[in-house]
């Protein structure tokens, strides 16, 4: 293969090469034919007078186009082959194909076979052996055979929706050679890779390599773009869904799309990965019920095993079992404790309630229903029998949902199945012998099911049941009242948990059973529940019974109901369930009720294959449309070229006597402009791409060469002329005072050119000036994301002072930007932020104005310390600022340093700090919260005298 990626098929025939000096020679000796003239006498007498001689030579550029005629033949007969594909094969031993047929090689399988295919046919012409080795392939008979039984192979093999185990692979290609090397060992790789039970990284070719082949080769296709759906859960309010991918060079946007059971689109979502995101998370909006439809979830233009992921009856509907401490009575429905949970859960699970009215024989008939949650309204003491099977049942991964009432206040404290320690009694809100008044629910905590949830706020509580302070009991509350009481809290025991309302389930004792935050609570509890139900049995696990396989995944990702050789499911062993050559994945059980299982588990990632080894390893990429032969544009070249010569030639020797004689000069131009034409058809093959001329390069150096500062372009040439000059004084003042020497300011037009040049943005608000279009503005917030600032300026700090708090015109403006743009809660610079100390000692930041504030992406506090405080970015800067001082107009000067506007009130001085403000800005955004490091304390409390 050449530098220029061309070979040539028939390179002897570029011998003929060497005639063409001859050929030149003898072309420029070979006069032109006399032309032919009638004999009239007069005709001849005025030529006798004007004499014009025949050229002893032909002309320069009729040599040329005859010479590039003849090279264009002899090239074309040459048969350049651009991309060719250069396999030749290593003497010494067999050919081993050792191929990827897992989920990932299904959308280039056809370029692998055609790739494979190619290396068999040189294998056949020399006569070698070959072996095939499939990864997928439960079985491989390495056994080394002729060429044909390895087509064979090749065509009737087909890729399987499973991760490939090269392991095995290995150690069956081990065998079959034994002590014998091979002599090209090509691996088609998918460029995922697998790693093993006990170690990081696929080291599979460093393994191949010790097999001491003469030629180790690792042929890569398609799989860089492979991208799988590893999780996906049933929130609150949407589907979250969990892909990873392998190539993260570049952002991405997906479009995920969720289906029913008989394969129909309901629902859609995106999934979003970053420049250098391996693993990110989705989701699908869309009403619990229609969720409870979702079948399995796929990746749009994405066909494989992993881009769907299979949805099972866990992620539907639980079982719940209702458990009362008293009888239903039917003509009170609304004081029944079960009857406003009913309603609240009968839209989300199947509710179960027992026929027997003995608690004994209730819980036993519930748990033989293998429930997902139990809930008890108002039951104290529970027969002693019930307390051991609940328990088994609640460490198994029950969820048990208790709620208060008279019974329960009366019930002894040392309950096993109450989450907190009760107090005797309960506590009453209200009335003349109460403690308090009636108290509302206060903010739900960052942590636990409720958290997103808002504050009710027509909820009051008239009477609970109080929990005796313990150390944990704030870390067991997910919900309290106003006065810090408890008024939900929970305990973990093993795989199940207990959680207990401290209000009871009707009406009598709060508001909250007839809200509808109750609905949307008990919804979240059960939502957290286990999906599959739970079993109360005692000894060793319970052997589950074996699930058929009902339907199974293609490697396209297409569920079919042919199950080949796939066994049962165990769905009761221990730990994930794992796809394997036993149970592809798929749907197991029947129509009444299935398992999925996926291709990936849980919390997979896909990593590039390591490509490491002890030998040089060649890598290559899979053939298949990518070749091609220049010879019919040669021959093309050479016609044009014939075709040109014989105008010309005819031309010459008069046949278009009637032409003027300028016509000469044109034929000439045309025969030059042939000549280039061709070259360039030679020079310029049909298959390349345009892209690979980069003609911005030369501005992108320019504006890196240092750092520039940017602003704005509004449209308006006296907003933007201040930006400019002031942006050209702060860099006159930054080259004086710091090390720091930028470069001439640039105007930035939003909407169309590269903001990632610049780490800051000055954007001057003009109310007069046309409204940014919305992909400017996502323009802008897409930079603001990646770590760019913008410096807002309203320029209206003088107009608000006094004002009644409408904001001005440029203040409408401004918030009609920032209503589009998806910023942080914002704060002035507090006393100690960065930007008081990056350079200067500042306590303002004043501009042309002083009136106005410095708005700054507020921070969040640490709660490990109250005291402290942390960037919400990962690098301290914040990425939007706001002002109304007119900062440019304080920073700008004509080309002899005098500044073009005064400040307001006139002070030098105001603009003295205007300058130290713009350099503590520039010093911020470059050195990020650099000085907030606590090696320069001593320093700061020097400078500020204490």
Known sequence: MSALSFAFAYPAVLGALIALPVIWWLLRLTPPLPKAEVFPPLKILAMVLKREETPAQSPWWLTLLRMLLAAAVILAIADPVFNPRTNTLAEGGPLVLFIDNGWASAPDWDRRVQTADALIGDADAEGTPVIVAFTADQTNDAVPGTAAAARDKLHAAAPRPL????????????????NTPPGTLAFLSDGVAAPGKDKDNDDIVKQLSTLRPAELRLLEGDGNEAIAITTAANAADDMTVTATRLNSNGPARLTLSAQDTQGRPIAAGALN???GQRVATGSIAAPFEMRNDFARIGIDRHATTGSVHLLDDGFKRRRVGLLSGQAADEFQPLLSPLYYIQRALQPYADLIRPDASDLSKSITELLAGNPSVIIMADIGRLPQESYEPLQRWIANGGTLIRFAGPRLAAAPAEDPLVPVILRQGERALGGALSWAEPQ??????????????????????????????TPDLAERTWASLADGTPLVTEKSDNAGRIVLFHVSAEATWSDLPISGDFVEMLRRLVQMSRSGGVTSATSAPRTAEALPPFRLLTAKGVLVSETGNARPLETGKKGLLLSSFDNPPGLYGSEEGFTALNVLPAGAELKPLDASAEMAVVREGLIGGKAWSAKPVLFLIAFLLLLADSLLVLFINGAFARVRRPARSIAKAAAVLAVAFSLGAFLQPTNSRADDQKPGDETIYKQLDKTHLAYVVTGENEVDHISERGLEGLSQYLTYRTTLEPGAPIGVDIARDELAFYSLIYWPISASAPMPSNDAIN?????MRSGGTVL??????????????????????LQAILANLDIPALEPVPSHHVLTKSFYLLSSFPGRYTGSPLWIEAHQENHSDSDSKQAATSDGVTPIMITGNDFAGAWAVDDNGTPLLPTVPQDETQREYAFRTGVNIMMYMLTGN??????????LLQRLGQ
Not at 463 to 468: G, I, K, P, T, W
Not at 779 to 783: E, G, H, L, M, S
Not at 792 to 813: H, K, M, Q, V, Y
């Open 792 to 813: 807002f300026d309203t320029r209206d700090a003088l107009s608000a002072i006094g004002d009644s708090g409408a904001p001005s015109a440029n203040g409408e403006r």
């Open 779 to 783: 323009r802008i917030d897409a930079y």
């Open 930 to 939: 650099y000085k907030s490091d606590q090696v320069h304390v001593p320093d």
């Open 273 to 275: 990965f970053t420049s």
């Open 163 to 178: 991760v490939p185990d090269r392991e095995r692979a290995f150690q069956s290609l081990k065998s079959a050679l034994g």
């Open 440 to 469: 509302p629910l206060a903010e739900f905590p960052s942590f636990g099911p409720f958290a997103g949830m808002p504050k009710p706020t027509n909820v009051l509580i008239k009477r609970q049941v109080l929990a005796e302070p």
